[in-house]
């Protein structure tokens, strides 16, 4: 029988097994921010040991920072400190560190791939959920506790157990208007936020060969949010494209004989899941989330359903009455609060492309605040190389500073209690940008719409 994918990288990264327990992994890539290394760190230190292959570990401040000022010392205390001891405990061990400022800076799941750290058929890791993004590059990547970036510190191993596999298939050619966001989202609605539970989702079919590496990020970046370990799409010629020429990518001669290996990293024909999707691209709309799960999504024409896919009547009510609606009820023409574009979801530049195209020339809304904000120090270059910049802000729009911004409220960009914000992150949890604030997920266009006439519309591409 022959392997997928994830086999054929999970054992060529396999150091042992363990009869009846877990395999030992290496792993390639370690990505580290300023919220989760901290303890580590300081586990490593009580034990007298350092990081045992650094230039395999690769820093970044993003979640805590501000995105405005980033000149200036960071004034909330908790989050200077945080930012400053990564400082320290990355000069102590030798790791490579992009501090605020740097032209490497950004959202960790950003950069990772931008700077050529994240290549292709590798194990990659990071004390953050949203790790899956760099599975749109042919890895295994996950999320872990802090106890295994510990572990990663101080072995450059894992103790992992194998998961089950799914491979979610979407054949057909996407409609107008439908973006990467709109397709993640319709996938969670279909299967809920149980449905891959405990497994390695891989995206196969036209849309995902068709998709962009950005758009295929976006995707792996939200498969957990259906309770998937990670998302992965096998690589190919326009994988190798995006990877040449960048920062810490192979060059040269080097770079082609990375690509003729990389070429082999696909699933036999004859490779069997454990759990088989398909969807129909013609399907897909674009999409809004009406409640406080990734699944609870709908078409942006749409009506709140009776019920969830994998949610309970009790949680459902529930669900409804923080956000204010009803069953029955349309979210087209809902009045919103706040927009937000960015975050390791949707903060790239072809993201900041479709905002501002899907704009065309019309004026921020007076009653909307909008924070557009770019991933990394690089996509704000790009947006001010490319006039994206001065063509948003002649409409009344600002550019912020990279960062996590809004898609958590860890940092002062947090939506107010009782106000609705339309939002390109990935989670729409209760408070998650804010105490009592009511997040409706989205994509960019979608997101283009709500800024410019305050309430929630079909784009208009």
């Given at each position: 029988m022959?392997?997928?994918l994830?086999d054929?990288i999970w ?6 097994h363990?009869?009846?327990g877990p ?8 990505l580290i ?6 303890q ?5 230190r009580?034990k007298g040991l350092?990081?045992f292959?650094?230039?395999r570990?690769?820093?970044t401040c ?7 000022g980033?000149?200036r010392?960071?004034e ?12 320290r ?6 790791i490579?560190?992009?501090p ?9 799941h950003?950069?990772?791939?931008e700077?050529g ?8 890791v990071?004390?953050?959920s949203h790790t ?9 990547a996950?999320g ?5 970036v510990e572990m990663?510190?101080?072995s450059?191993c894992?103790m ?5 596999q ?13 973006t990467?966001k709109d397709v993640?989202?319709?996938?969670i ?7 891959c ?11 995902f060969?068709d998709?962009s590496?950005?758009g295929r ?5 939200m498969?957990?949010?259906?309770g ?9 010629a326009?994988?190798f494209e995006?990877?040449k020429?960048r920062?810490f990518?192979p ?8 690509v003729?290996?990389w070429s082999?990293?696909k699933t036999?024909a004859d ?6 999707y398909r969807?129909?691209?013609s399907?897909i709309?674009?999409?809004v989330?009406?409640?406080t799960n ?10 709140i359903?009776?019920?969830a896919t994998?949610?309970?009547d009790i ?5 409804l009455?923080?956000?204010?609606f009803?069953?029955?009820?349309r ?8 927009v937000f574009?960015?975050s390791?979801?949707n903060?790239r ?12 020339g019309?004026?921020?809304?007076d009653e909307?605040?909008?924070w557009?904000v770019p991933g990394?120090k690089?996509?704000?270059s790009k ?8 063509e948003?802000?002649?409409l ?18 947090r939506i107010?209690e009782g106000k609705?914000a339309?939002s390109t992150?990935?989670?729409?949890f ?9 997040t409706?997920?989205?994509g960019?266009?979608v ?15």
């Open positions: 022959g392997r997928t994830f054929k054992d060529n990264h396999t150091v042992r363990i009869p009846d395999d030992v992994l290496y792993i390639d890539r370690h921010h300023e919220v989760t290394s901290p580590a760190f300081s586990a490593l009580e350092k990081v292959r650094p230039e570990t690769f820093a993003d979640h805590n920072v501000p995105t405005l980033q000149d010392p960071i909330d205390p908790s989050s200077a400190a945080a930012v400053a001891e990564l400082a405990n990355t000069a102590d061990n030798g490579r560190y992009f605020l400022g740097d032209p490497g800076n950004g959202i960790v950003v950069i990772g791939p700077q750290i994240v290549l292709c058929g590798q194990t990659v990071c004390g953050d899956a993004t760099h599975g749109a590059f042919g890895n295994i996950f872990i506790g802090t106890s295994e990663v510190f101080a450059q894992l992992q157990n194998k998961p089950k799914t491979r979610i298939t979407v054949d057909g050619k996407l409609a107008a208007g439908v990467p993640i989202l319709y996938i609605s279909r299967l809920g936020t149980d449905g539970t405990g497994t390695f989702v891989e995206y196969a079919g036209d849309v060969r998709m590496m950005e990020m976006t995707v792996c970046n498969s957990i949010e259906m998937a370990r990670g998302g992965i799409v096998a690589p190919d326009k994988t995006y990877i020429g920062r990518a060059k040269d001669r080097d770079f082609e004989k990375a003729e290996r082999c990293l036999d490779a069997v899941f454990d759990r088989e969807f129909d691209a399907d709309r674009p999409m989330t009406y409640g990734p699944g609870m999504g709908i078409p942006v024409d749409g009506t359903p009776e019920t994998g949610c309970d949680t459902f009510a529930k669900a009455s923080y956000m204010g009803e069953k029955g009820e979210m087209l023409g809902k009045k919103v609060d706040y574009v960015g390791c979801t903060g530049i072809e993201d900041f492309r479709a905002f501002a195209k899907a704009v065309d019309r004026r921020k809304s909307v605040t909008v557009l990394s690089e996509v704000e947006i001010e190389a490319e006039g994206i910049g001065d948003l802000r002649a009344g729009f600002e550019i912020r500073q990279p960062g996590c911004s809004a898609c958590l409220a860890m940092n002062p960009d107010p609705y339309v992150s990935n989670r729409n209760e408070g998650r940008q804010g105490y009592g604030s009511r409706i997920l989205a960019p266009l997101a283009a719409e709500a800024a410019v006439t305050g309430e929630i519309g079909m784009p208009k591409i």
